[in-house]
Structure formats: structure tokens, C-alpha cells
Antibody, heavy 126, light 108 residues
Framework: QVLLVESGGGVVQPGRSLRLSCAAS????????MHWVRQAPGKGLEWVAV????????YYADSVKGRFTISRDNSKNTLYLQMNSLRVEDTAVYYC???????????????????WGQGTLVTVSS | DIQLTQSPSFLSASVGDRVTITCRAS??????LAWYQQKPGKAPKLLIY???TLQSGVPSRFSASGSGTEFTLTISSLQPEDFATYYC??????????FGGGTKVEIK
């Protein structure tokens, strides 16, 4: 059974830092790209960042670019999100999710997110 | 970035009803679309990928179709456990993945 468990959330003041972790089990973690997605209270889903299976490629949403860093330790089956210069608007539940995909007959990458972790709440408040 | 517009944003329906949710993309995304279901306090759950492929274990009353810019998710006969919020997601560009605003399905 594939399981993703996030941790590291909490209450932090604006401008401070926080590091989230996502521990994976039941999968060969090192073969999958991984994502962070967040959801502000009462709002919709917002993709945050993605990291390739080997950690060599990373992409970020414009809203977090330059402040957040996604990383992974494949020896520990763990994904991270380092969040610096936090803002009130970063308050959200943060989910990690596994990237699944196949290549269609034309060679195009067909992807989706499955499974998702249970989420960890980050509250940025003074 | 590619914008996804879901409609309606809120839907009131009865058990047994046929329900259709639409997701429109601001530019063509071929079949790079997934649908998720989210219940209060829970993580999203994958229902559909590649625009129309039902995820293993998802009941067959769920179906989806579309390509390019217009997509639909249909629940053929709404069950009590289907009352939730549904999101579409485009995966055309991994530089800027986006979700639709969500459709909340509530009991009439």
C-alpha cells in the first residue's frame, strides 16, 4: 500500500521559515517525480512545485518562486519543501502527491497525481 | 498559464440524479486532464486521468470525456457518498500546472 505522510506544519510568523517533509512508503520512491500542492482555508487547490525522480529538475509556481525550495532524499524516501520568507497568504494545508504517468502512442507524457498525503497545516500569522 | 474554468461552481442534486460538471481550458490541452474528488477535511482522490480513463477502484457511475478545451465529468446516478467537491487539473505543462476552481456537489 502506497502511503505518503506529511509533517512539519505549524504556526509561524511572517518572514520566518519552515520545512515540510513527506515520508513515502510502499513505493520505489526514487523512480517517481513528486509534487507539493496547497489549499488555503476554504479555497481551491494550488500546485506549488514539482521535482523529478532524481532531483535534477524542479519547477515552481510563480507565487512561491524564489522563496520555496523543493528537494528530496531518495535514500530516506522523503520529499521536502523548504519555505522561506513566509507570508500570511502562504497559510494553507500542504499536500504531497506522487506523479504517475505513461507515454501515449505519440510519445506524449500523460500524467496525474496519485496518491496524495493527508496534508499538513501551515499557518502564517503574527 | 493555462486557466481552467469549472461550471457550475455549486450544484444541488438528489440521490439518483445524473450530474454533469464542465471544465474549460483557456487553450488546448489535448487530453492532459485529470479529475479529483475531495471530501471535507480529506485529501483529494483521483477519479479520472488522461481526460477519460477511470482510475482503478472508482465506481463505473463516474465517466468523463473531452479533449482540447472542453471536458466533462458525469456521475450517472448520484450516490450519498458522492457529495463532495470536484476539481479538474490540467497537466499540459509541468512548468505551470493548474486546477479548476472546483464544483461543490451538495444534497438537495
Amino acid at each position: 500500500q502506497v502511503l505518503l505522510v506529511e509533517s512539519g506544519g505549524g504556526v509561524v510568523q511572517p518572514g520566518r521559515s519552515l520545512r515540510l517533509s513527506c515520508a513515502a512508503s510502499g513505493i520505489t520512491f526514487s523512480t517517481y517525480a513528486m509534487h507539493w500542492v496547497r489549499q488555503a482555508p476554504g479555497k481551491g487547490l494550488e500546485w506549488v512545485a514539482v521535482i523529478s525522480f532524481d532531483g535534477n529538475n524542479k519547477y515552481y509556481a510563480d507565487s512561491v518562486k524564489g522563496r520555496f525550495t523543493i528537494s528530496r532524499d531518495n535514500s530516506k524516501n522523503t520529499l521536502y519543501l523548504q519555505m522561506n520568507s513566509l507570508r500570511v497568504e502562504d497559510t494553507a494545508v500542504y499536500y504531497c502527491a506522487r506523479d504517475q504517468h505513461y507515454y501515449d502512442s505519440s510519445g506524449y507524457y500523460i500524467g496525474w497525481f496519485d496518491p496524495w498525503g493527508q496534508g499538513t497545516l501551515v499557518t502564517v500569522s503574527s | 498559464d493555462i486557466q481552467l474554468t469549472q461550471s457550475p461552481s455549486f450544484l444541488s442534486a438528489s440521490v439518483g440524479d445524473r450530474v454533469t460538471i464542465t471544465c474549460r481550458a483557456s487553450q488546448g490541452i489535448r487530453s492532459y486532464l485529470a479529475w479529483y474528488q475531495q471530501k471535507p477535511g480529506k485529501a483529494p482522490k483521483l477519479l479520472i486521468y488522461a481526460a477519460s480513463t477511470l482510475q482503478s477502484g472508482v465506481p463505473s457511475r463516474f465517466s468523463a470525456s473531452g479533449s482540447g478545451t472542453e471536458f466533462t465529468l458525469t456521475i450517472s446516478s448520484l450516490q450519498p457518498e458522492d457529495f463532495a467537491t470536484y476539481y479538474c487539473q490540467q497537466l499540459n505543462s509541468y512548468f505551470a500546472l493548474t486546477f479548476g476552481g472546483g464544483t461543490k456537489v451538495e444534497i438537495k
